[in-house]
């Protein structure tokens, strides 16, 4: 089977980033907070499963899987079957990702939800295209920094594509699915809107594709794993 080029590799994401700007576009992500808060404000913000369960050990099961990460890589027997180049790979891509989100989300004038008016707080809505306006908030809330707290571990998957294929499907479906259990968890305690979460899984799937695909550090069978 010959290799997929760069074009059919990106086909998805790109599949998905047009989705996404439609979604922008459409103004669903009012609608969707609008489900779940009104003027006084948001239910869900502080029960025990959204903020405790699933924000604070969300964090936690973060810091665990970068532990992992780590680990593999100072202790090349926990998965042998490794080469020295997946697991750096796989750390470096991690780093990137989470980095990635970070800088975004600090140099954004986007408040949170929870920050406008119609739910309580003191902020107009702008959207997150409008580069320089601020809202009236506290802004620093686009992308989600929560969901990369997931997202951003989508590596995995292909570091243990050639050498632990099974494995490399369980843990990209694991973050997918914690992915989007920590953006509903953020939306309904009015902390996200539902594109924060979506903006921040594709930037972590683009950017590990393209990682993947990087002159030397380009990874053997990457594509069978996205």
């Not at 808060?37 to 502080?46: I, S």
């Not at 959204?50 to 936690?60: A, F, V, Y």
């Not at 593999?72 to 020295?84: C, G, I, W």
């Not at 939306?187 to 996200?192: E, I, K, L, N, Y």
Request: charged share 15%; proline share 4%; glycine share 10%.
């Amino acid at each position: 089977m010959r290799p997929m080029s760069k074009l059919q590799t990106l086909r998805w994401p790109l599949l998905a980033l047009i989705l996404l700007l439609a979604w922008d576009a459409s103004g669903l992500d009012l609608w969707a907070m609008r489900l779940v808060g009104d003027a006084q404000g948001f239910a869900w913000r502080d029960l025990w499963v959204t903020k405790s369960l699933i924000h604070e050990g969300g964090r936690l099961v973060s810091y665990a899987a970068m532990i992992f990460i780590v680990a593999v890589n100072l202790l090349p027997r926990l998965l042998p079957a490794l080469s020295r180049r997946e697991r750096t790979w796989w750390l470096l891509t991690t780093l990137v990702c989470l980095a990635l989100i970070s800088l975004i989300k600090r140099a954004s004038l986007t408040s949170c939800p929870w920050d406008l008016t119609e739910f309580g707080g003191a902020a107009q809505y702008v959207s997150h295209w409008a580069w320089g306006q601020r809202d009236g908030g506290g802004g620093h809330c686009f992308p989600s920094g929560h969901a990369s707290a997931a997202f951003a571990y989508l590596a995995g998957a292909w570091a243990l594509a050639r050498a632990y294929p099974r494995a490399a499907r369980a843990w990209g479906v694991t973050v997918v699915v914690l992915g989007v259990i920590y953006g509903l968890g953020q939306m309904v305690r009015g902390a996200h809107y539902p594109s924060h979460t979506m903006w921040t899984g594709w930037l972590c799937w683009a950017a590990t594709v393209l990682a993947a695909q990087a002159g030397p550090w380009r990874l053997r069978r990457a594509a069978a794993a996205g």
